[in-house]
């Protein structure tokens, strides 16, 4: 028994080696499991760096003022219609990157992938110029009062300023994902969030010649973080240490690739600027009880982003495998790796909740030692993880939909239960019937149940598998 285990023991960290280094690039055959594996690791270590951001800038920014932490709440918000059309154009790369690659097209693979680059740098120069010239009236507009503007709108005008490096590092990351390579993804996060550790305090607190920036010091040390790894990933891409290489004469536009690329990203644009645009209206509705109760959800959210960004990953990896096998021409492989990779993540969603359920005080504690912080952002934590599993096995599926490039589905399925139950749900129950905080944190959770719940069923029709990209 102690042999086998230890047989065990060294295969699994010989294969954790393999998957680290990249060197597993053939996902259209073999082991089903293996596969997942290989692709899982890097993007589960790439998404927990990602969340890392969060966290940290949370736990450096609570010490500054609870206005702090509520800008950054309220900027979060807004940022996040920058993360649906990253995200959504990354859906779109992952997809016809991953279907090239597929089909033995790493020249149609490598163009599209420049494209892409093209769409987001355009996206983001607009979103620049907003957040460079109107911070303080995007701050008003989400129900900030005086002082937090005051306090805060410097923080809200990097971030917004320099969105073109999240637009890009989403961008870039989603063509590697696609590609197969996803443990450059995962080094790229690690290099923008070592930035970021050391950064932070420096910005946030002053060092030397440096003036203590306060709030605004975070954003500062974001941006520097994001903007070296973008440089980093560009570095890659141009000299071809990945399966996706580009060179200077490629860098033209290609009308029919950039509007099949826009085609399917509408649709994945569609679904996450839903989403996020119903986070939106959730943080209006928790502004209207004050800040503590608004500090409080927004550490509880970047909590839960700490535990979702892993999840996320083995739902990418799901992308990955549907986009490659449908590209080989092997279906029902595809299929057999979303239904064992969403099992898998159930499993762990399911182990996080019971985590987050017994322990929500202790962890909200090491960040406020306010009480009214830690009693609302509790009360969050364990209200949402009710619904883990089911939001563990739904990420997995509406992934998979994008895989394929169906993107119209998740749209379809975002817009109901996001717009059509959630929000109304959030103000009817915590506005109209006074259940305050709790009505918004529920009807979250019971969306996210549908969600899930709707996406399975469509998932079996197999409509999917027929999408071109």
């Known amino acids: 028994m102690r042999l086998n285990n230890q047989i065990t023991f060294k295969k699994f960290f010989s294969y954790l080696k393999i998957a680290l280094a990249g060197k597993e690039q053939e996902f259209t055959s073999g082991s089903i499991r293996r596969a997942i594996f290989m692709l899982s690791v890097p993007m589960i270590l790439e998404m927990m760096m990602e969340s890392i951001f969060a966290i940290v800038d949370i736990a450096y920014v609570s010490q500054v003022s609870v206005n702090a932490v509520a800008t950054i709440g309220l900027t979060e918000s807004v940022i996040t219609l920058v993360y649906a059309v990253a995200i959504g154009l990354s859906m779109a790369a992952t997809a016809v990157v991953a279907r090239r690659v597929g089909e033995k097209d790493i020249?149609?693979?490598?163009?599209?992938?420049?494209?892409?680059?093209?769409?987001?740098?355009?996206?983001?120069?607009?979103?620049?110029?907003?957040?460079?010239?109107?911070?303080?009236?995007?701050?008003?507009?989400?129900?900030?009062?005086?002082?937090?503007?005051?306090?805060?709108?410097?923080?809200?005008?990097?971030l917004l300023g320099g969105n073109v490096t999240i637009m890009l590092l989403f961008l870039i990351n989603a063509i590697f994902r696609g590609a197969g390579n996803a443990?450059?993804?995962?080094?790229?996060?690690?290099?923008?969030?070592?930035?970021?550790?050391?950064?932070?305090?420096?910005?946030?607190?002053?060092?030397?010649?440096?003036?203590?920036?306060?709030?605004?010091?975070?954003?500062?040390?974001?941006?520097?973080?994001?903007?070296?790894?973008?440089?980093?990933?560009?570095?890659?891409?141009?000299?071809?240490?990945?399966?996706?290489?580009?060179?200077?004469?490629?860098?033209?536009?290609?009308?029919?690739?950039?509007?099949?690329?826009?085609?399917?990203?509408?649709?994945?644009?569609?679904?996450?600027?839903?989403?996020?645009?119903?986070?939106?209206?959730?943080?209006?509705?928790?502004?209207?009880?004050?800040?503590?109760?608004?500090?409080?959800?927004?550490?509880?959210?970047?909590?839960?982003?700490?535990?979702?960004?892993?999840?996320?990953?083995?739902?990418?990896?799901?992308?990955?495998?549907?986009g490659q096998n449908l590209g080989a021409k092997k279906p029902d492989r595809a299929e057999k790796s979303v239904w064992k990779t969403g099992k898998?993540?159930?499993?762990?969603?399911?182990?996080?909740?019971?985590?987050?359920?017994?322990?929500?005080?202790?962890?909200?504690?090491?960040?406020?030692?306010?009480?009214?912080?830690?009693?609302?952002?509790?009360?969050?934590?364990?209200?949402?993880?009710?619904?883990?599993?089911?939001?563990?096995?739904?990420?997995?599926v509406i992934q998979s939909f994008n895989g394929a490039g169906d993107t119209k589905t998740p749209t379809i399925i975002n817009f109901f239960c996001f717009w059509i139950c959630q929000l109304p749900f959030a103000y009817i129950f915590a506005i109209l019937l006074d259940f305050g905080p709790s009505g918004v944190f529920w009807a979250i959770t019971l969306a996210e149940i549908a969600i899930a719940i709707v996406a399975i069923v469509l998932f079996r029709k197999g409509k999917w598998k027929t999408v071109k990209v």
């Open 107 to 158: 020249k149609g693979a490598s163009q599209a992938a420049v494209q892409a680059i093209f769409l987001g740098v355009g996206v983001a120069a607009i979103i620049s110029a907003l957040g460079i010239l109107y911070p303080k009236e995007i701050l008003s507009l989400m129900g900030a009062e005086s002082d937090l503007i005051a306090e805060g709108y410097g923080y809200t005008k990097v």
């Open 183 to 322: 443990s450059i993804a995962m080094w790229t996060l690690i290099l923008s969030n070592g930035l970021n550790i050391i950064l932070d305090p420096i910005f946030i607190f002053g060092l030397g010649p440096i003036p203590a920036y306060g709030v605004e010091g975070a954003a500062i040390a974001t941006t520097i973080g994001r903007g070296t790894a973008v440089i980093f990933q560009l570095v890659i891409l141009f000299y071809g240490w990945s399966k996706i290489k580009i060179r200077f004469k490629d860098l033209i536009i290609r009308i029919a690739i950039m509007f099949n690329l826009i085609k399917v990203s509408l649709g994945g644009i569609g679904q996450f600027l839903i989403g996020t645009s119903s986070w939106v209206f959730l943080m209006r509705i928790m502004s209207e009880f004050g800040s503590e109760v608004l500090a409080g959800y927004t550490i509880a959210i970047r909590i839960m982003m700490f535990t979702m960004m892993p999840a996320w990953g083995m739902s990418n990896a799901a992308a990955t495998l549907v």
């Open 344 to 396: 898998y993540n159930a499993y762990f969603m399911g182990l996080v909740s019971l985590i987050y359920i017994v322990f929500a005080p202790n962890l909200l504690e090491l960040f406020s030692k306010q009480p009214d912080v830690v009693e609302y952002g509790a009360l969050c934590l364990r209200i949402i993880a009710a619904g883990y599993i089911f939001y563990g096995y739904g990420m997995v």
